[in-house]
């Protein structure tokens, strides 16, 4: 079974457009330095954390993430 991963490099990209940072982005959200650690390393958080930033940057979940499917070793992409 092929692992998935979650990116966040859209949501980086968007802030980017946005002219705002992440430190911007944690207070406006409110979430800890621990979650924007966790966004960084590209690790799950939860839902509520995605829909705060969603609220804040006006988008939906698909403008900030994305699943990416892994094939492990021997599978056939």
């Given at each position: 079974?092929p692992?998935?991963m979650?990116s966040?490099?859209?949501?980086?990209?968007?802030l980017?457009?946005?002219?705002?940072?992440q430190?911007d982005?944690r207070?406006?959200?409110?979430?800890t330095p621990?979650?924007l650690?966790?966004?960084?390393?590209d690790?799950?958080?939860?839902?509520?954390i995605?829909?705060?930033?969603c609220i804040c940057?006006?988008?939906g979940?698909?403008?900030?993430?994305d699943?990416i499917k892994?094939?492990?070793?021997g599978?056939?992409?």
């Open positions: 079974m692992e998935l979650i966040y490099n859209k949501l980086w990209k968007l980017i457009d946005k002219r705002m940072s430190a982005l207070r406006a959200a409110e979430f621990q979650t650690g966790r966004l960084r390393k690790e799950i958080v939860s839902t509520q995605l829909m705060k930033i940057l006006e988008c979940m698909d403008d900030i993430l699943i892994i094939d492990g070793p599978e056939a992409e």
